[in-house]
Nanobody, 124 residues
Framework: QVQLVESGGGLVQAGGSLRLSCAAS????????MGWFRQASGKEREFVAA????????YYADSVKGRFTISRDNAKNTVYLQMNSLKPEDTAVYYC?????????????????WGQGTQVTVSS
């Protein structure tokens, strides 16, 4: 069992930055690939970024590539999402998710555990 708690969301102006954190419980954090997803009001949840268990490989949605960076610190059981050059269309609830086995996925259906989400609002 893994529990995930996101933090770091908030209100920011377009062009600004935020860093989201996701703290995981349990001693097996390094056995999980981690992902960030987002869900805007009235839309389906979509993939944002993912990272393998070791952190050696990362993956991004085209819409955030070059602006967002995912990273992890296995000693702290934490995964991060650094978001720069934010746009109003980045406004959404951001969720972190854990996938057992270490390999990443773009699909919401392949993650085993989810956090409660943190709201990110980007004003124009």
């Amino acid at each position: 069992q893994v529990q995930l708690v996101e933090s770091g969301g908030g209100l920011v102006q377009a062009g600004g930055s935020l860093r989201l954190s996701c703290a995981a419980s349990g001693r097996t954090f390094s056995m999980y690939a981690m992902g960030w997803f987002r869900q805007a009001s009235g839309k389906e949840r979509e993939f944002v970024a993912a990272i393998t268990w070791s952190g050696s490989s990362t993956y991004y949605a085209d819409s955030v590539k070059g602006r967002f960076t995912i990273s992890r610190d296995n000693a702290k059981n934490t995964v991060y999402l650094q978001m720069n050059s934010l746009k109003p269309e980045d406004t959404a609830v951001y969720y972190c998710a854990a996938r057992y086995g270490g390999s990443s996925s773009y699909s919401v259906y392949e993650y085993d555990y989810w956090g409660q989400g943190t709201q990110v609002t980007v004003s124009s």
